[in-house]
């Protein structure tokens, strides 16, 4: 795990945007792509770009359920505003939360994603150490799956909502063996309340109470942090 600290989000931003450039001149074909506050720089750079995905393909982590895509806190609302209508792919590809068999959408999400392995991976974090929406205690076998929100996401996640309980109790998330199994990962993470997660993922012991330190055994992963999401490492 490489990590690299930054001034701030703006610069954290840029330096994912170069890594990407860098491995789209190599010919990278799909990008597994996040939401949440973490990567709007990253996607910044990439609107102000003039890199094109037209043949390319692009997979997200994860979908709340029950949320229409038309809903503004919906994830495929959110890449809307921040990547795809700036810049389309060939084919994007999001959880469908609002499927009636919502076990039946994630074995098809499943399939997508063997069907097109992921070269580039961007993952935030959150402050309990998830990655996309794998709450601590999921097990590290896991593929696509849905899963119930821990309290301390929703609460997190209140922010985009007029209130806590507006927050769907649930999410389909792409599973921790399907993370792992990108080719490159790049975790961004700024800001103090991140500082305890960054810590345990980095030095901490490999455990699913802390989802994000299994990357420790991933062969490529880089970590951009600033200084207050670094400020408890060693
Ligand atoms: C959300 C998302 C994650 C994201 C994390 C941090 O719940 N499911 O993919 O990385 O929490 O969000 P933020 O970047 O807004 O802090």
């Known amino acids: 795990m490489k990590v690299v600290t930054v001034k701030n989000a703006q610069e954290g931003g840029k330096i994912a945007f170069t890594l990407l450039k860098e491995k789209m001149a190599q010919?990278?074909?799909?990008?597994?792509?996040?939401?949440?506050?973490?990567?709007?720089t990253f996607y910044q750079?990439?609107?102000?770009?003039?890199?094109?995905?037209?043949?390319?393909?692009?997979?997200?982590?994860?979908?709340?359920?029950?949320?229409?895509?038309?809903?503004?806190?919906?994830?495929?609302?959110?890449?809307?505003?921040h990547l795809f209508d700036a810049k389309p792919f060939k084919m994007s590809y999001l959880p469908d939360g609002k499927a009636t068999d919502l076990e039946a959408a994630a074995k098809d999400y499943d399939r997508i994603i063997a069907e097109n392995p992921i070269d580039f991976q961007i993952l935030g974090i959150g402050r309990n150490g998830h990655i996309g929406f794998n709450e601590p205690g999921t097990s590290f076998?896991?593929?696509t799956h849905v899963v119930d929100l821990a309290p301390s996401t929703i609460e997190a996640n209140s922010?985009?909502?007029?209130?806590?309980?507006?927050?769907?109790?649930?999410?389909?998330?792409?599973?921790?063996?399907?993370?792992?199994?990108?080719?490159?990962?790049?975790?961004l993470a700024f800001g103090s309340e991140k500082a305890d997660a960054i810590k345990g993922m980095v030095e901490g012991s490999v455990t699913e109470e802390l989802p994000a330190s299994v990357l420790q055994n991933h062969a490529d992963v880089i970590v951009i942090v600033d200084e207050a999401a670094a400020s408890k490492l060693a």
Do not use: H, W
């Open 27 to 40: 010919g990278i074909q799909t990008l597994g792509l996040a939401t949440g506050s973490t990567p709007e």
């Open 45 to 81: 750079e990439i609107r102000q770009s003039d890199l094109d995905f037209s043949e390319m393909t692009s997979i997200n982590l994860d979908e709340y359920v029950g949320l229409d895509q038309s809903s503004d806190q919906s994830y495929a609302y959110f890449m809307k505003q």
């Open 141 to 143: 076998d896991k593929t």
């Open 159 to 187: 922010r985009f909502f007029d209130s806590s309980d507006d927050v769907p109790k649930q999410a389909m998330s792409m599973g921790i063996a399907s993370i792992m199994a990108s080719k490159t990962i790049v975790l």
